[in-house]
C-alpha cells in the first residue's frame, strides 16, 4: 500500500524504475533545485537590505510574520495561522539570540531580517511548499483581534493625549519598571543577552539582574525597537522609556488576545456558530475585567508577556496542529518563550508536555526521533540561562520566599473555573476527546505546581507570599484558555435559526452580548473586596481596567520626575542623587530613575541603597533627624563613585549638606538646588 491507499500493481510498480530519460533529466533536476535555494537566499537577503535602504525595518517584523505563516500548513483560518505563527517566530527569534549576541553585527536590523527570511524561505525550500495563506475567516476572528483593541486602547488612553515627559506619572508607577527598562536598554545597547556580556552590563544594571533575571521580553522589545528605528542604537533614554512602556502596553493587549484565542483553538472545529462565539465572548469579558492590568501598575512587565506565551502553550498543547512536525515546532519554541519570559512558569510547560506526549503517543511514535530531538533541543535551550544563573551562586531558595507586591486573584473563580473544565469528563464522550483530556492534565498540573509551592513556603515562612501568587495567576490563565474544552459539550445544544445571508453574523451579536453580560456579573462577583489599581476595594463599577483607564492611578513621584527632566538634569551623565521631601523611598526612587538614565545603575547600587533611610531634603525637619540622616549620606557618597552631584530642593539642607562636605574633604561631591523639584 502507499500512502494513499493505493495497492501496488506490477504495472505502478515499473513505472517508478528509472529510465534513460529520467537519468537525464535527474541532474537538471538537481540543479534546478539548487537555483531555487540561490534563488530565495537571494530575495531574502535583497528584502532586507532593500527595506533598510529604504528606511522601512519596522515592515520587516510583520512581513517576517507573513512569511513564517504561509510556510506553516496548521490552522485552516487567517487568525489561527497567524497566532501560530507568531509564537514559531517569538521562540525562534529568542534562540537565536544566543547567536545574535556574539556575533558582530549585534542587533542591527539587516543581518537578523537576512537570517530570519532566510531560515523561513529554506524551510519552504526544503519542505517543497509552496507559499499560502487560508482566506477563511470566523466571525469570532472579531472577538479574538477585538478584545486585544479594546484592551489596548483602555491601558493607553491615559496617558494617549500626554508628551513623553508627562508619561512619567504612568510609566513610572513601580520601581521595577525602572530594572526591567534597565534591561531593556542594556541589551539594546549590548546588542544581545546581558549574561553573555556580563561585564559591560554590570555597569548599567543591579548585579546580579545581569545573570539572572528572564530576559525575554526585553530581547525581544530590544530587538523590534532596532527595527522601528532602523539602527541598532536607542537613542535618548526619554523617548527609550516611552517606546518601552508602550510595547509593555501592546504586551497586556497580546495577553488578552492570547488567552481568547487560546479558549477558541482548544475549543476547536466541534464548537462552532453562536456556541464559539458565546466562548470566546465570555473569556473576553473575563480577561479584561480581571485582575491582569495590575501588573502593569506594579510593573511586572516580564509576567505579561511570559503568561502571554504560556496561554499559547496550553492552546497548543491541549489541540496540536494537524501537522506534527510543526506541533513539535511550534510547542518547543513555547518552551524557550515561556522559559525566557518568566522562567517561573517553565515547570508547567514542560509538565504539560510531558502530558500530552502521553495523550497522543500514537499520532508521535512514528515521529519518536525528531520530536524526542526536539524536545532535548528545546530544553537545553530553554534552561541554558536558568542553569549557569544556579551556577553563578544564585540563590534561589531565597528568592523563592521573597515577598512583594501581590496580585489578587479570586481563589474562587479559579476552583469554579477548574470544576467547569474538569466536569465534562463525567461523559464517555468528553473522555474520547484528546483535548480534554490533556487540558484536564494541564489543569491538575497547575493546581499541583500551585500547592506544592504554597506548601513549600508555608514550611519556611508561615505563610504564601509573592510567587505563590504569580503561580496562582498562571493556574487562572490555564483555566481561562481551558474554557474552550468546557464549551465542547454545548455543540449538541439546538441552534437557532439564523437568516441566511449577510445579516446571519449579526443575529450572533445578541448572544455575544449575553456572554458579555454574563461574564461582567462573573467579574462583579470575583472583584468584590479585592485591591483595585488604585489601591482601594474594586465594586463591580471600578474593576482594575476601569480604573487605570481613568487615569486615577498615578506614580508617586512623577512630579519630581518631571521636575528633573524639565531641568535638563536626566541623563546628563553626572552620576547623581536627589533629595526631593523628607520621604525617603521617593528619594530613593528618583535616584534609582537618574542612575537608569545616566545607564550607571550597577555601579550605584550601593549609594542609592545607602539612602533608602535617610530621611531628608524637604522641609525643615528636626536636628536629631537631620544629623541622623546627613550621616547616612555621607557614608552613601564614600562608599558610591567620586565627584557626585546631589540634587536637592530644599535650600536648608543644602547648606548642611555643603557644610558637612566642607568638614570631610575626602568625599567628593557636588550640591544643586533645584527648587522646582519640591
Known sequence: MDSTGHAHTPERISSWQPTVDSARTAAPRAWLRVGWLAAVLGAAWLVAFALHALRLDVVAPFLLLVVVASVLRSGTNLVDRLMLAAALLAGTALSLGL??????????????????????????????????????????DLVVLGSGLVAFLAVY?????LPAVRRFIFSATAEDRYAHFALFDTIHRLGGYTFLHQRQAAVAVAHPAEIVYPFGSHFLYALFDTFLRSTAGPGPPLAELNRYFIYVLLAY???????????????????????????????????????????????????????????????????PPRVVGEQVLIACALLVAVAYSYNLYAPMAVAGMGAAAVVYHRRLRRHWLFWAGCFAAGCAVAFYQSALAVVSGFNAQAQALAGGVRLPVSAGLLLVLALAIVAPMASSVARRLPAGRVMVAQVAIAAAVVVIFGVYQLLSTGHTSYY???????????????????????????????????????????????????????????QWGMRSAGGGTAAWRATPLAVWSAGKVRAPTSASMIALADAHVLADGVPS?????????????????????????????????????AKVGGPPISARITRLGLNRVLAALRAGPPHLRIIVANALFARELEAMLASHPDVRATVLVLPTLG
Not at 157 to 161: D, G, I, L, N
Open 468 to 526: 505563590y501568587d504569580k503561580l496562582l495567576t498562571a493556574a487562572y490563565i490555564v483555566c481561562l484558555a481551558g474554557l474552550g474544552s468546557a464549551a465542547v459539550p454545548a455543540r449538541r445544544l439546538p441552534a437557532p435559526s439564523w437568516p441566511r445571508g449577510l445579516l446571519r453574523p449579526l443575529a450572533e451579536v445578541p448572544l455575544a452580548l449575553v456572554a458579555v453580560v454574563a461574564a461582567v456579573g462573573i467579574v462583579a462577583a470575583s
Open 577 to 613: 542623587l536627589v533629595f526631593y521631601s523628607n520621604w525617603a523611598l521617593g528619594n530613593w526612587r528618583d535616584s534609582f530613575l537618574v542612575a537608569v538614565f545616566n545607564r550607571d545603575l550597577g555601579e550605584m547600587k550601593k549609594t542609592i541603597g545607602g539612602i533608602l533611610y
Open 99 to 140: 547567536v545574535f549576541s556574539i556575533w558582530p553585527w549585534g542587533l542591527r536590523p539587516v543581518p537578523v531580517a537576512g537570517t530570519l527570511f532566510s531560515l523561513a524561505g529554506g524551510a519552504a525550500w526544503l519542505l517543497r511548499r509552496r507559499p499560502g495563506l487560508p482566506r477563511r475567516m470566523l466571525g469570532s
Open 157 to 161: 488612553a491615559p496617558a494617549a493625549k
Open 253 to 319: 493587549a497580546f495577553l488578552i488576545m492570547s488567552i481568547v484565542w487560546a479558549a477558541r483553538w482548544i475549543a476547536g472545529p466541534l464548537v462552532t456558530g453562536w456556541r464559539r462565539l458565546f466562548v470566546c465572548s465570555l473569556v473576553a469579558a473575563l480577561a479584561i475585567g480581571g485582575p491582569f492590568v495590575l501588573m502593569i501598575e506594579d510593573g511586572f512587565d516580564s509576567q505579561v508577556l511570559g503568561l502571554a506565551f504560556l496561554a499559547l502553550t496550553v492552546a497548543v498543547l491541549a489541540r
